[in-house]
């Protein structure tokens, strides 16, 4: 840029051993991407400087696809495809749902896996549709930085299980990101805020985002984070109060069975409600359904609190198991951090307060601190920290355990265990020449298999036939840090490793991982397009930026025909930004670039005056 | 730096005894995890991720042994040779069964009642207990060298762990 830039010393962006890393927070109802720059951690907005991008995604039957802002205004218009809260369908099935009449989705009847979605577009799995988002992010991330990824850290709720973790980090292999660890939510707002605030001690970390609910005690002591316990529920967030809303609505005007458009315009207006209630007593909600039926009420904030008091319930019991599980009391938690938009809410955050005895810390935006803390981690596990660093020892969050006789489990790794973590165990034929056997593996706390979540089913293959309980195979459950299960067996008197078929219960098996990613291959193209476009918009938008400023700071140093060219082509520059033609912009850039050569020249020798008249060259703003 | 052949407690750099100074475990071991925990080599090549996973395994496999007592005790027996044999052997003093039995109940009322100020004073009860064990635990393998007598305590300490689970789940039904 000709514009006179001055950066402090040692401040330079990206020195070239730098490695771009990110961190995600991929979230139920929005998604951030954050990086670390110049030591600090910042939130990357997209070119329209937001920094939230709605976790909305619109197919159309073209093939296109819409992320975002665009998606989320247009939501009542096209529901059945337009996909909003998509982390709900991550790793579950169809009966994990619930009432899927509430949902304005048409549902894939096959299949006992994942959910699949009918759309314009074919049927898509929340996978795929996770993936839209991360790209979107990646994109954003990469022309921001000014270059590609190594890798990315991407945040899953603590009470995530294997499934839904693993559904996560497939979704990222789609988007084509490296994944350098998948991280707790609330351990990756506690490194922003531990690292912040140089804490020592016990702390909870409270998270209730839009569909998830974490509760972590964190014991942070000489940088060391150690996750003591985790609970939630993966099912419970801010649009449940958003459904309570919706409900009084309808009992309200005797409303029942809405179309899918109504539905979504009056969940819409029951989450603006709620929103509006965080500051005020009460929220007027008004709406024209398209049976042309008036809805116009007032919302108190007293009857809010009295609908959602039962959710704020179903938040208390996890915290008593977290605190039980890490053997501590109340009195020892020396500080309560609140994450997720859903913790505004002031009934939330009295009701955590009574809890713990003291007021909850909400001093970073409970919306960015786990993208923020994520960045953190992913600029140490890129090697960029250099000798300054610290450990986070974290936890899996849901014991595992394997089918026994009588459809029991038997656990093998207990809840809370620090990760990675292991257990061997030995099993046995019960048949003569038996070369083949089949374990089940589940996760929960409860003692029955069905009440438990299933996770897969291994076939071990190739076992060497000998007599029924000669054969010693000793199989290996290895939990990585990413919270991930891998298992692997052996057989101990031959050595013979058994080859291993996993039939994932609610996951994507290789195969279709691997169609996915031809898919996407070819899409690969817009991708960089599009990122290229990104990059021309932003720097067109600092361009804008600092000519307008300049103008508006010295503009009184140029001559009328002088300004007269840089403002001509400060608008040819402005109206390219609506094309999605990157080299256009990109030409208009330089011409603007041209024009201002001799301005900066002028702007220079005046402050160089100024100083030598004794003036602080910090007074001039020269930016 | 690590050796799979050395002992836990050559791993922390700790006498081989029942007593054992908790800050210093805990220290040893965030010491060791920060040098080979996965995150200090996620930018590294896969079979150096890998080897970290081991050894960061190993590591947390090492301190949650010697940080639980009845683990502890269960791994230094099993050094010295002696199964504790907590599934097969289960002749137990009458009157240990009795109070067990007495426990059980009074959980199963307590759960009953929904009175958790009942459970409270079991759960402190249990602890007091179990400490008590402990420290017969400690006499026993450091000082007496009496494995045989330490198993049978080990069996004892067992029971009270499957009890403390029994008032974790009571807690949970009465929430619930």
């Not at chain 2, 042994?65 to 002749?91: C, F, H, M, V």
Request: proline share 3%.
């Amino acid at each position: 840029m000709a514009l006179l830039q001055i950066s402090e010393p040692g401040m330079s962006t990206a020195p070239h051993q730098h490695r771009l890393a990110v961190g995600i927070d991929l979230g139920t109802t929005n998604s951030l991407v954050a990086s670390v720059r110049n030591g600090i951690s910042v939130v990357l907005n997209d070119e329209h400087g937001r920094a939230m991008l709605p976790s909305v995604v619109r197919y159309f039957a073209d093939g296109g696809i819409v992320v975002g802002d665009a998606a989320q205004a247009q939501q009542s218009e096209d529901p059945a495809n337009t996909i909003v809260s998509v982390k709900r369908f991550m790793g579950r099935g169809l009966s994990d749902v619930g009432d899927i009449s509430q949902l304005p989705y048409l549902f894939a009847a096959e299949g006992q896996g994942m959910v699949q979605l009918r759309t314009a577009a074919g049927i898509k799995s929340p996978v795929e549709i996770s993936a839209e988002i991360l790209k979107v992010l990646r994109i954003r991330a990469e022309a921001s930085l000014g270059g590609e990824l190594v890798g990315a850290v991407i945040t899953v709720p603590a009470y995530f299980d294997d499934a839904q973790r693993q559904a996560t980090k497939d979704a990222a292999r789609l988007a084509g990101i490296n994944v350098l660890r998948l991280l707790n939510e609330p351990t990756a707002a506690a490194i922003a805020y531990g690292l912040d605030n140089a804490s020592e001690g016990v702390y909870a970390v409270y998270d209730l985002g839009g569909g998830t609910f974490d509760i972590s005690i964190l014991r942070l002591s000489r940088g060391v984070f150690e996750v003591l316990a985790a609970n939630g529920d993966s099912a419970l967030g801010g649009d449940d109060f958003d459904q309570r809303i919706y409900c009084w609505i309808l009992e309200r005007n005797q409303l029942s069975a809405l179309n899918p458009k109504d539905t979504r315009l009056l969940l819409t207006q029951a989450r603006a409600a709620k929103e509006q209630l965080t500051e005020h007593d009460e929220a007027r909600i008004t709406a024209v359904l398209s049976g042309g039926e008036v809805i116009d009420n007032v919302l108190t904030l007293a009857e809010f609190e009295d609908m959602s008091k039962n959710l704020i319930q179903r938040t208390m019991q996890p915290l008593r198991r977290a605190l039980r599980d890490a053997g501590l009391s109340v009195e020892e938690v020396k500080g309560v951090v609140m994450v997720g938009g859903a913790t505004r809410m002031p009934q939330v955050q009295r009701a955590v307060g009574e809890f713990f005895g003291q007021t909850p810390l909400t001093n970073l935006d409970p919306d960015k601190v786990v993208a923020l803390g994520a960045a953190i981690q992913a600029n140490l596990l890129a090697g960029n920290q250099g000798g300054d660093d610290w450990l986070l020892l974290d936890v899996i969050p849901l014991s595992l355990g394997l089918e026994t006789v009588g459809g029991l489990t038997e656990k093998i790794i207990p809840r809370n265990s620090t990760i990675p973590t292991a257990r061997a165990q030995e099993f046995t034929t019960y048949k003569d020449g038996q070369t083949a056997m089949s374990l089940h593996v589940v996760q929960g706390e409860r003692e029955l298999v069905a009440d438990c979540r299933s996770l897969a089913k291994f076939e071990l293959r190739g076992i060497p036939p000998m007599v029924a309980g000669a054969a010693r195979i000793r199989v290996t459950f290895q939990v990585d840090a990413d919270g991930l299960l891998n298992v692997m067996a052996r057989e101990m008197s031959s050595g013979i490793e058994a080859a291993i078929e996993v039939k994932p219960s609610y996951g994507l098996s290789d195969a279709e991982i691997a169609r996915m990613l031809q898919e996407s291959a070819e899409h690969a193209k817009d991708d960089m397009l599009a990122r290229a476009l990104l990059e021309q918009k932003t720097e067109a938008d600092q361009l804008l930026d600092a000519v307008e400023h300049a103008l508006v700071q010295d503009g009184e140093l140029l001559d009328a025909s002088q300004r007269a060219e840089i403002e001509t082509r400060l608008n040819a520059l402005k109206e390219t930004l609506s094309s999605r033609d990157h080299l256009a912009i990109k030409r208009a850039i330089v011409l603007l670039n041209e024009a201002t050569v001799n301005f900066a020249q002028l702007r220079m020798d005046k402050s160089v005056k100024q100083a030598l008249a004794g003036k602080n060259i910090s007074e001039l703003e020269v930016k | 730096m690590l050796d799979a052949a050395k002992t836990h407690f050559q791993l922390f750099g700790l006498e081989s005894s029942f007593k054992l100074d908790r800050k210093r475990l805990e220290e040893a071991y965030r010491a060791l995890q920060a040098e080979v925990h996965p995150d200090k080599s996620a930018h590294l090549a896969d079979s150096e991720q890998r080897l970290a996973m081991q050894r960061s395994t190993l590591v947390n496999e090492a301190y949650q042994t010697l940080k639980s007592p009845i683990r502890r005790a269960r791994y230094l027996l099993a050094l010295n040779g002696i199964d504790t044999q907590e599934e097969t052997n289960t002749a137990m003093p009458v009157d240990f069964l009795m109070s067990q039995m007495e426990w059980r109940e009074a959980v199963a009322d307590a759960q009953k009642r929904r009175d958790v100020a009942a459970l409270d004073r079991l759960a402190s009860g249990m602890k007091q207990d179990t400490a008590r064990l402990e420290e017969s635990l400690a006499v026993k393998i450091d000082e007496d060298r009496d494995y045989e007598g330490a198993a049978l305590l080990v069996r004892k300490l067992r029971f009270m762990e499957k009890l403390a689970e029994e008032i974790g789940s009571a807690y949970d039904e009465i929430d619930n």
